[in-house]
């Protein structure tokens, strides 16, 4: 039988291809929305999608089959149509729900296409049967058009997997243009399953024509589905343009949120209502040491006490419960798991959600650093950094507090100042880093001695160092008691008088401590200090060593000390300073063999003053510079002036002070005092002690210099200094002085007698000269001579005179005698 030939009516073909590309757009837009959402919004997206791109590719076939204009009757079967329609959204449903899913493998893939293609296909046959119209089908175009539905199948699921991603700016255009490609697969489809059919004239009339629908009807139907699909596109994309939209804000948001809240350096902690942990961020697990997983649902009290913070706020275990919506603030610490201990400073901000509290964030700053570097610089400024002892000011703090406390409680306490006599000596011939090691150790033997002295003395003693060797101690509590006072003072002396050991010598000091009981001795901080410190000078007055209280009378010493330094000051200029000399005798024909310059000051109202009066002061104050060069002309200019004037041709000693000694033009103003007098260096000698050549290598230097002038040295009060031996043959000494304290006793001290007759022989041996020092009786000098002692010098001879005396009582009878550079014979 030959098949029927029909026409394609073009607008209608035109028309049938727009309805598939647009149905292909609504179903990519769709893919878009179905992965955005979940639960029932999923199902009710996939089911809108499945029925709105069904019934778009429905529409589209219907329109092609209308557009291909039979010469004949052509009605539809009402079943097949409904059939081929739910056939259309079924594989609209497969492909969303594949499409909507956020990762798909292959096979699903696979899986998905068949169903799609085989429900696209299905729909396209069940459609064509239910034409009213015989038709037979050539194979070879089947089987194209089924893969053609394939290829659109695959390449709608690819597109609307691909679809379903974030929107990017251009994705429209994207999807607009992969909306008409699909259309045209979906067209093309149709179109050759069109091909593959060939029409033939009806020979029977169909079984139930009520169940028939005529082409307009479909037409009308069609064009009901065609409107549907483009209602519920448009709507669905306007909806879904509103949706992204918002979404795109809330993501927008959420990323901002997010960024807050894990790049943020404080850690932020999360609690509903209940205190149960909503959400942290990774500074949390940072400070507590709790990972995410531990503490994520569980109550913060839990937590709190787990991580012991100990907040100060009174209301601890509610910190995070901010009923009164108001931000609030607290300061905790914190043991976290790694055991450190942590400063915490916590904000608990409300989190309120359309006017109800729904929760707290709860900001902890970890400010353990700040509150060490404040703490650190509180530190430095009331500590000392040598030693780490309170500082002045600090002392000055717990002075005040300690006066209110012990005002109000009516109790005693001590306030103790010490100085450590021969410090200077020490920094000065040392060198200051050395000075630093002893001050440490000093301060180190302070401690033990208080640590030792009581148990709870740490919180009962306040040691301060309050600059270069003074110290200065508050003694409260049970310990402020004079007699306990008194045993912590004696225990520090006693401990300060050890030895030290410092670059491989022995070094010797004392301590002075003077003592100024609250409220006895003053009621203020100035008063109770100033009090302490003259205690302290009379100890250093009387011999240094030891200990003492203030007493009333102290004041008007260290008021007259005061105006002592205020007339030393004007001393030189007012040539106030005078010389003695005291002359040294050669033992075996009682020959004057030299004099020792001897300073005195004759005071304008006090009279003359000997140099133990003024010579401290005059160290203490820096003085002794001008005055020690002063003396080293002077002595100089006198022994030439008599060596001009037909005196003896002997030299001069004059006294050096550690300072001076260490000063670092002394050689140089030697020299000016020997050019400027014209005396030759050879009658000078210069006397130092044992103690200011501590640092050998410094004190060889020096003397090395002197040497090198032609000046000799002696080495005074020998035998007091403590000082190792070793050091003698390694320095240019030319003589050794015999202290008077060995001396004053030598007649009973048989010891005293050993000590002399051991420092001549060790002189002798050395090829050193030796005087013995302070002879006031003939029973000393016969000893001495016993002993072999060829020099000495002493009131046994002569006490320390006047230049002019000694020209009259030695010089004079020279001359009678007609000698220079001769005997004297004693007064
Ligand atoms: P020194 O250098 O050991 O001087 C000897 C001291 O002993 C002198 O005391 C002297 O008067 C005293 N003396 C001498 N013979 C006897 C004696 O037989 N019996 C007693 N009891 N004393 C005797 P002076 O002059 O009071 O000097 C005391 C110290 O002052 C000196 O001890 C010396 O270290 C220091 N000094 C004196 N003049 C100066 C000076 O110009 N510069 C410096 N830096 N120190 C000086
Ligand atoms: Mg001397
Ligand atoms: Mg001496």
Redesign the pocket.
Same mark, same amino acid.
């Given at each position: 039988m030959e098949h029927i030939h029909g026409t394609y009516n073009l607008q209608l073909v035109i028309l049938s291809y727009f309805i598939a590309s647009l149905a292909s757009y609504a179903a990519l837009d769709l893919a878009g929305r179905v992965s955005l959402t979940s639960g029932r919004a999923r199902h009710w997206w996939v089911a809108c999608g499945a029925i709105s791109m069904g019934l778009g590719i429905w529409s589209m076939h219907f329109v092609g089959m209308i557009a291909f204009v039979l010469p004949m009757h052509v009605s539809y079967s009402m079943d097949k149509v409904i059939l081929s329609v739910l056939l259309a959204i079924s594989a609209s449903g497969v492909a969303l729900e594949f499409a909507g899913r956020p990762s798909n493998r292959i096979s699903k893939l696979v899986f998905a296409g068949l169903l799609m293609t085989a429900g696209i296909t299905s729909m396209h046959y069940v459609g064509m049967a239910a034409m009213s119209v015989p038709i037979t089908y050539e194979p070879t175009l089947v089987v194209l058009s089924v893969l053609i539905a394939a290829l659109a199948s695959y390449a709608a699921l690819w597109l609307m997997f691909y679809f379903n991603r974030p929107e990017s700016k251009y994705h429209w255009i994207y999807k607009i243009g992969s909306g008409l490609i699909m259309g045209l697969a979906i067209a093309g489809m149709h179109y050759t399953g069109m091909a593959a059919a060939h029409f033939y004239q009806a020979q029977v009339i169909p079984e139930s024509l009520n169940r028939q629908v005529e082409s307009e009807v479909l037409a009308y139907l069609i064009a009901a589905g065609t409107f549907v699909t483009i209602g519920l596109t448009l709507f669905g994309n306007f909806i879904n343009q509103r949706m992204i939209q918002k979404d795109q804000r809330i993501r927008e948001n959420e990323q901002w949120y997010h960024a807050l809240y894990h790049n943020h350096s404080d850690a932020i902690v999360s609690v509903d209502r209940e205190g149960i942990i909503k959400g942290i961020n990774a500074v949390v697990t940072t400070i507590t040491g709790y990972p995410e997983k531990r503490v994520i649902d569980r109550p913060i009290n839990q937590i709190i006490e787990q991580i012991n913070v100990q907040c100060s706020s009174k209301d601890n275990a509610h910190t995070w419960d901010n009923q009164e919506l108001q931000q609030r603030h607290y300061m905790a610490k914190m043991r976290n798991t790694q055991n450190e201990l942590l400063d915490l400073s916590i904000a608990v901000i409300p989190v309120i959600i359309d006017d109800t509290h729904v929760g707290s964030h709860i900001l902890i700053k970890d400010i353990t650093e700040e509150t060490q570097a404040q703490q650190n610089i509180r530190h430095q400024a009331l500590h000392d950094p040598l030693t780490g002892l309170p500082n002045r000011r600090k002392l000055d703090e717990v002075l005040a507090s300690t006066i209110q406390v012990c005002e109000q409680k009516q109790h005693k306490f001590a306030v103790l100042v010490m100085d450590i006599d021969r410090f200077k000596m020490i920094n000065d011939s040392l060198g200051h880093s050395i000075g630093d090691v002893f001050l440490k150790e000093v301060s180190s033997r302070i401690v033990t001695v208080i640590e030792a002295s009581h148990p709870q003395a740490n919180s009962n003693v306040t040691l301060a160092r309050m600059g270069g060797d003074e110290f200065t101690m508050v003694v409260t509590g049970e310990q402020a008691d004079e007699k306990q006072v008194v045993r912590l003072a004696e225990k520090i002396v006693e401990a300060i008088k050890q030895p030290y050991r410092l670059k491989e010598n022995d070094f010797y000091v004392t301590a002075s401590i003077g003592i100024a009981m609250y409220p006895e001795h003053g009621a203020g901080t100035d008063a109770l200090i100033k009090h302490a410190d003259s205690a302290m000078y009379e100890v250093k007055k009387n011999g240094k060593n030891g200990y003492q209280f203030y007493t009333a009378q102290l004041d008007s010493e260290l008021y007259e000390r005061i105006e002592l330094e205020g007339y030393l000051r004007k001393a030189l200029e007012r040539n106030e300073m005078v010389l003695y000399y005291?002359p040294q005798i050669r033992t075996l024909d009682s020959r004057m063999i030299g004099v %020792?310059?001897?300073?005195r000051w004759q005071h304008p109202l006090k009279g003359l003053l000997?140099?133990?009066v003024f010579?401290p002061l005059a160290e203490e104050t820096g003085m002794i510079y001008d005055i020690?060069n002063w003396?080293i002309r002077e002595a100089c200019r006198q022994m030439k002036l008599w060596h001009a004037s037909g005196g003896p041709l002997i030299p001069v000693s004059?006294?050096?002070?550690s300072q001076?000694f260490h000063q670092s033009n002394l050689v140089e103003q030697v020299q000016n005092a020997l050019t400027e007098t014209g005396l030759e260096a050879k009658y000078l000698e210069l %006397?130092i002690t044992e103690s200011m050549m501590m640092d050998a290598a410094v004190s060889t230097a020096i003397l090395n210099e002197l040497s090198a002038l032609g000046v000799k040295i002696s080495l005074?009060?020998f035998g007091t200094g403590y000082s190792s031996l070793s050091y003698l043959k390694h320095f240019p000494i030319h003589k050794l002085k015999i202290d008077?304290s060995f001396v004053t006793d030598i007649t009973e001290s048989h010891s005293d007698q050993a000590i002399v007759a051991t420092i001549i022989s060790m002189a002798q041996n050395l090829k050193m000269e030796v005087i013995a020092?302070?002879? %006031?009786t003939k029973g000393q000098l016969d000893i001495l001579m016993q002993n072999d002692c060829r020099e000495i010098?002493?009131?046994?001879f002569s006490r320390?005179l006047p230049a002019n005396e000694v020209e009259n009582n030695f010089f004079v009878p020279l001359r009678l005698l007609g000698e220079r550079n001769t005997v004297f014979h004693s007064v």
């Open positions: 005291q %020792e310059a001897l300073i000997a140099p133990d010579i020690g003396t004059v006294n050096l002070s001076q %006397e005074d009060d008077r020092e302070g002879i %006031e010098q002493g009131y046994y320390p």
